[in-house]
C-alpha cells in the first residue's frame, strides 16, 4: 500500500574498524622503519663508495708517482751522505727467527665438541623440515655456512649459527595463535637488533675519512668552490716539487761521481 511503514527495517548500523594486536602494529612499524634505515645505508655507501673510487682515478697515479719519486730522493741522500743508511725492519725479515708457517701442515682433526656441534646443527637446520619455500632458503644458507665453519674448524661460530637458529622466528612450529605471536615477537627483536646494527654502521661511516672528505667537498661546493679540483691540483704540484728535488740530486750525484 501507498505510503505503508514496512513491517521490517534494518537498524543502521556503522562499521568499526577491527582493532590491531599491539605486536602487530608495532612489527608493521617497526618493518617500514627497517626499510627506510637500509635504504638510507645503501644510498650512503654507494655515494661514499662513488666518491673513493672517482678520488683514487684521479690522484692514485699521482701519489704512486710521489712515493717512487721520494723513496729514490732518500736513495740518493744515502749516497750522498746527507741522509743516514735506513736500517732494515727485524721483525719484517725472513731470517732464521721467522716463525713457520702455521698454515703448512695437516689442519687438526675436529674435536668431538666440534662433530656433537655440527651434527645437531644438521638435524636442526636440515631443509627438508622447512615448511615454506623462503624457510627452506634460509637454512640452506645456514647449513653452508655451518659447512665452512666446519671445515675450518671454528667452534664458536657454529654454535653462533645454532643460537642464531634458536632464536629466529623461523624456528618456531605450530600455527596456533601462541606461535604466530612468538613468532612475531622475535622477528620485532631481529628487526630492532638491526636497526642497532645499522645505528653502528652509521657511526663507523661518519667516523671514516672517505666520509669527513665528503663533508668537507659538500660544504666547500655549497660556498662556491670546488675542493676536490684543488685536491687533485696540489698532489700534481706536489709531484712537481719532488720531480723538480729529484733532478737537482740528480745533478749532484752526477758532478761527484766526475
Known amino acids: 500500500m501507498k505510503g505503508a511503514r514496512p513491517l521490517f527495517m534494518a537498524e543502521p548500523f556503522a562499521l568499526e574498524p577491527v582493532a590491531i594486536e599491539p605486536s602487530r602494529a608495532r612489527l608493521a612499524t617497526l618493518d617500514l622503519d627497517l626499510a627506510a634505515r637500509e635504504s638510507e645505508l645503501a644510498s650512503t ?4 663508495h662513488a666518491l673513493q673510487s672517482r678520488y683514487l682515478s684521479a690522484v692514485g697515479g699521482y701519489y704512486r708517482q710521489l712515493v717512487e719519486i721520494e723513496a729514490e730522493a732518500v736513495e740518493l741522500e744515502v749516497r750522498l751522505g746527507l741522509r743516514d743508511p735506513v736500517e732494515p725492519d727485524a721483525d719484517s725479515g725472513s731470517g732464521s727467527h721467522a716463525q713457520p708457517d702455521d698454515g703448512c701442515g695437516n689442519a687438526a682433526a675436529p674435536s668431538g665438541d666440534l662433530k656433537k656441534i655440527f651434527r645437531n646443527i644438521a638435524r636442526t637446520l636440515h631443509p627438508d623440515l622447512a615448511l615454506d619455500e623462503p624457510t627452506r632458503w634460509r637454512r640452506h644458507s645456514l647449513m653452508a655456512e655451518a659447512n665452512r665453519a666446519y671445515a675450518e674448524r671454528d667452534e664458536d661460530r657454529l654454535r653462533l649459527i645454532l643460537h642464531a637458529w634458536e632464536r629466529s622466528p623461523e624456528a618456531v612450529v605450530g600455527d596456533d595463535p601462541e606461535a604466530d605471536d612468538e613468532r612475531r ?3 620485532i627483536a631481529a628487526i630492532e ?6 645505528d653502528a654502521e652509521f657511526r663507523d661511516l661518519r667516523a671514516s675519512a672517505i666520509w669527513h672528505l665528503k663533508g668537507k667537498i659538500d660544504d666547500a661546493r655549497a660556498k662556491g668552490w670546488d675542493l676536490y679540483a684543488e685536491m687533485v691540483l696540489e698532489v700534481k704540484r706536489a709531484v712537481g716539487r719532488a720531480t723538480s728535488k729529484l733532478a737537482s740530486m740528480r745533478r749532484m750525484a752526477a758532478k761527484i761521481q766526475v
Open 45 to 48: 655507501r654507494e655515494d661514499l
Open 185 to 187: 615477537q622475535r622477528r
Open 193 to 198: 637488533d638491526r636497526l642497532l646494527a645499522i
